[in-house]
């Protein structure tokens, strides 16, 4: 495969060393006055500080690219990364100082991919761009010949060097693990699947947060993320080798291991039985950026008023609750729940139902409106059920006769998970929704 390493480069040859690169995060050298030291206590004092550093970045970093590995296609078929840094799922550093290059065409060759196009005149191939983590021995010394050895070997490498091999898998990019379901799905970055047991904790504690007003948000969010994280990390385990019953230290295993640095298309027509390239296109933002600790608390502090609301301080108003709206069975009752006790003389005049015709929007006949103190819910009786396709209800906490709460007596905020009201002025709550019962009226 046609590279364009820097020339001062120095090729490795040889065969993976991984196994010269001891990892024992969890056993240490202990040394005594006198004590005779050998190769296997080396190997034990070299792999305890890279193991933990190994099992701290895996864990609580993750993989991803740190800096530069830019992804560009020179010319028409020439596929180009520039230097950088990445982190392995390992937590190994894969670092490359020098730019690397292929040939596209001497991949499909080397790839034998060149027999998917029999038959077909042109189509699409999907390869992903990764680094991953390689080693090679250099600098042989002089060292005593082992007897036992029948070469009567008297040297041996003394260095290793870690190196970052690029390559261009012949297959789409697997898409990167996202741990932590639960709180993800807390901050709206998650869906709750189905039979997701784990997604719907995690939408109730959601619902939860929204339903908290004022100064109280802060601490709810962080009551429940700090609650789900707690659940989440109970599901995490280390990987398995295939056949192996037993885990790994890391969260991934060696063959997954690489950073995806960019997802490629390769656009392929043959030509008269010779396969010719038509375009290559990459794009680098199908990877991971890993995040320097600073840049992750400045974007945390930017984002929170998304989270927990604008910094005005709400007044404690009354809301409506969205998750409890019900008709009765005839529908001719709408009953809906409200967070805080309301004073049931404001109700009156400031509840309204209407329902959308092809002429416009027609006021549905209010008999009562009635408020339950113990639950607290307002139960609207209509005239009649609503004769058009599409309802809405209007619950006003502005203008001159908006509901108001009786402790403390402020204005309706909204509905659950609105902006913030004030003791002077709040939100009107409105819904809209299909009619409760099928029903084929001519127009009001």
Known sequence: MTTCDDVTATPCSCDSCTADLPVNPFVALRVAYGMLLGEDDFRTMMGNPRGKQMLHSSWLHGSGVAWGYGVCVSGERVLTVTPGLAIDGLGRELLRETTWCTDVRDWLVEEKLTRELDGCSHRTLHACLVARFDCCPTAPVPTLADPCDVTRKHDDFSRIVETTEIA??????????????????????????????????????????????????????????????ALDVVDLTPAKEAGD?????????????????????????????????????????????????????????????????????????????????????????????????????????????????????????????????????????????????????????????????????????GLVGGPPGTANDGHDAVLTFPNPIEYRGTDA
């Open 168 to 229: 261009l898998l012949p297959c789409e990019c697997p898409c990167p693990p996202r741990p932590y379901h639960r709180v993800r799905v807390l901050l709206g970055l998650d869906e709750v699947g189905d039979r997701d047991v784990a997604g719907e904790q995690a939408r109730d504690a959601a619902e939860l947060v929204a339903r908290t007003s004022g100064d109280d948000r802060p601490r709810e969010l962080l009551c429940q993320f700090r609650r789900l994280a």
């Open 245 to 413: 019953p037993y885990p790994t230290l890391f969260p991934v295993t060696e063959d997954k291991a690489a950073v995806v640095l960019a997802c490629v298309e390769v656009d392929v027509r043959d030509t008269n039985g010779c396969p010719e390239v038509v375009e290559v296109r990459s794009d680098p933002t199908c990877r991971t950026a890993v995040l320097p600790t600073a840049t992750i608390q400045e974007l945390t502090c930017g984002l929170a008023p998304g989270l927990i609301g604008i910094s005005d301080r709400d007044a404690g108003g009354p809301r409506v609750i969205p998750e409890s709206l019900e008709w009765t069975p005839d529908g001719r009752v709408l009953v809906f729940a409200v967070t805080a006790a309301l004073n049931a003389g404001s109700l009156r005049r400031a509840v309204g139902i209407t329902s959308l015709s092809e002429r416009g929007w027609v006021d549905e006949d209010i008999d009562a409106v009635r408020y339950d103190p113990e639950v607290p819910a307002v139960r609207v009786h209509l005239a009649d059920r609503p004769i058009n396709d599409v309802v809405r209800l209007i619950v006003r906490g502005t203008g001159p006769t908006p509901v108001f709460g009786a402790d403390p007596p402020v204005p309706l905020a």
